[in-house]
């Protein structure tokens, strides 16, 4: 279905506005019998992209995320009780997979470098056919240290804020988990995937709305070795009490 939907939402969106729309992301549109052409999008970014192209933003519109309504992210944070472990949630597919593999292993080098003797957890946040889960478990398996675990995948929200809210320090590929990471005031790092520009205008919106001093950088600057230790040191600010007050 995910692969159907971006299939329809590209070639509707390359009908209205050319290829040029490819750099940024349409939400929905509307092609009903007697109704305006309207296209939606989740951050100002993307209409600005559009405007650079010299394309008409007329009947484009800028909406909040849905998830910004729910009020369970409104309730104080309980239970935060795994200081000593970082939440990470990635997108896991075949073309990302060394790349993950590389920023895992990178991140335990710089915790074993700087002493920090912080644990590492992955968060599947994908369920279709299994998908993070099977990636996490064979991650892990080539890995090989004790320091890296996987929780089970949950659908259910109130479950997903909550066990967002057991980490200090969260790295997210994913829209809504660095919103919700926002939100819950956690220590965040977002990384954008390279391949997909887009995702650099949504999560750069995110981030310019809502971020304090949080780190965001594309996944091809975080394996870069002159990168990753500078980022890294930003997350941590060089000691592990550097959570944002609550």
């Known amino acids: 279905w995910n692969i159907l939907r971006?299939?329809?939402?590209?070639?509707?969106?390359?009908?209205?506005?050319?290829?040029n729309c490819n750099f940024c992301e349409i939400g929905a549109y509307s092609d009903m019998p007697g109704e305006e052409q309207i296209a939606t999008t989740l951050n100002l970014m993307s209409i600005e992209t559009l405007?650079?192209?010299?394309?008409?933003?007329?009947?484009?519109?800028?909406?909040?995320d849905i998830v910004l309504s729910n009020n369970l992210l409104c309730k104080p944070i309980k239970n935060q009780n795994n200081n000593n472990k970082i939440g990470l949630i990635l997108i896991w597919n075949n073309d990302l997979y060394q790349t993950?593999?590389?920023?895992?292993?990178?991140?335990?080098?710089?915790?074993?470098?700087?002493?920090?003797?912080?644990?590492?957890?992955?968060?599947?946040?994908?369920?279709?056919?299994n998908n993070d889960v099977n990636y996490c478990k064979k991650i892990?398996?080539?890995?090989?240290?004790?320091?890296?675990?996987?929780?089970?995948f949950d659908s259910n929200f109130e479950k997903v804020v909550s066990t967002i809210d057991q980490y200090n320090y969260i790295i997210s590929m994913r829209y809504h988990a660095s919103l919700i990471s926002i939100i819950r005031n956690k220590r965040l790092l977002t990384i954008h995937y390279t391949k997909h520009p887009h995702?650099?205008?949504?999560l750069s919106y995110l981030h310019e709305r809502f971020a304090n001093d949080d780190i965001i950088c594309s996944s091809s600057e975080i394996i870069d070795n002159k990168n990753i230790n500078k980022i890294f040191d930003k997350l941590f600010k060089k000691n592990n009490n550097s959570a944002k007050n609550t």
């Open 6 to 19: 971006n299939k329809i939402v590209d070639y509707r969106a390359n009908e209205m506005f050319g290829e």
């Open 51 to 64: 405007k650079e192209q010299n394309i008409k933003i007329n009947n484009i519109k800028l909406v909040d």
């Open 100 to 129: 993950n593999k590389k920023i895992i292993k990178g991140l335990l080098k710089y915790l074993n470098h700087n002493d920090l003797s912080l644990k590492i957890d992955l968060i599947p946040f994908y369920d279709y056919v």
């Open 140 to 152: 892990i398996a080539e890995i090989n240290d004790n320091r890296i675990d996987f929780l089970e």
């Open 199 to 202: 995702y650099k205008n949504k």
